[in-house]
């Protein structure tokens, strides 16, 4: 049986990684001859769509079975297209979770665990026992608490404290939040969340480190285009997915149509989606906020 596990490393001896679309690696293993496969993550830093392109990486491997620590809604779905059955709440060491699989501990589960862009924001929690559940999102924000006891900190993850100090600038605070890195100062604009300059060395450093992350996921965008753009050219077959509309929930808000990389979406009564062009990246599944697109098997 050739199975996928996420993963933190890779190699058996690693942890099952929590998230499934940006978890670090994929390990393809073959359970009957424990023949290992390790593929780091494509789909790591992308804005949106990162556990739907994840799961078809999967499909286009061949995996019958996937084990993770958590799946949402949109890859559950390609899952469900392909035939792919999901174990979800594992965590621990690779090797255990696959000798446990073997054993026959697990089941595979009827409905995703987790909430869409669950990845976006959790923290990669893997604790030591394969099986236990996966808790939710947690993390944790630094502040120095200013006045006398209760303070507000801005915390490098988006955390705000409670000082317990006494006196100016007293107290350092705990909070928790997501694990998404927070800019000290910046604007939102239409693609995405731009950081202004800053001064000092901790902000730049921020600034530097966001600006990194959005330059990952330009890249990985004009890849996925590049990639379809060679499928095409070389006659190659149309992907087994293509996205469709839910006439009934569609309010043709337009928030699909500029994220399209292929400008397969029109605007009329409702979103229309030309098949041909569709390459079913899942960034309009991923940003309509009615939940109106889906992915679904190509006519």
């Not at 070389?234 to 992907?239: I, K, L, P, W």
């Not at 994220?259 to 062009?277: H, N, R, V, W």
């Amino acid at each position: 049986m050739k199975i996928a596990i996420t993963s933190t490393g890779p190699t058996l001896d690693d942890n099952v990684e929590a998230r499934f679309g940006r978890c670090p690696y994929f390990l393809i293993v073959d359970t009957d001859t424990m023949q290992l496969e390790a593929i780091e993550n494509p789909n790591m830093a992308l804005g949106g769509g990162a556990g739907i392109q994840s799961a078809q990486l999967m499909s286009e491997k061949g995996v019958t079975t996937v084990l993770t620590g958590n799946c949402g809604p949109n890859a559950f779905n390609v899952f469900g297209q392909a035939g792919i059955q999901v174990i979800v709440g594992v965590s621990g060491p690779i090797r255990n979770a696959v000798e446990q699989l073997k054993a026959g501990r697990f089941s595979s589960a009827s409905e995703p665990n987790v909430a869409s862009h669950f990845g976006m924001s959790a923290t990669a929690v893997n604790p030591m026992t394969t099986g236990q559940p996966i808790p939710g999102p947690v993390g944790q924000g630094g502040g120095m608490g200013r006045g006398g006891g209760m303070g507000r900190g801005m915390g490098q993850r988006g955390g705000r404290g409670m000082g317990g100090g006494g006196g100016r600038g007293g107290g350092r605070g705990m909070g928790m939040g997501g694990d998404a890195m927070v800019p000290l100062s910046g604007s939102v604009q239409a693609g995405g969340l731009m950081p202004q300059q800053t001064a000092g060395p901790a902000r730049s450093e921020e600034e530097l480190e966001i600006l990194k992350t959005q330059a990952q996921e330009m890249n990985a965008q004009l890849k996925a285009v590049n990639d379809r753009i060679v499928q095409i050219e070389s006659g190659g077959s149309v992907s087994a997915l293509v996205a469709a509309v839910d006439a009934d929930k569609c309010t043709t808000c337009g928030v699909c149509q500029p994220m399209c990389p292929t400008g397969a979406i029109s605007l009329g009564g409702i979103a229309q989606i030309d098949q041909e062009k569709c390459t079913a990246c899942g960034r309009c599944v991923a940003e309509c906020p009615q939940g109106a697109i889906i992915l679904k098997k190509a006519t």
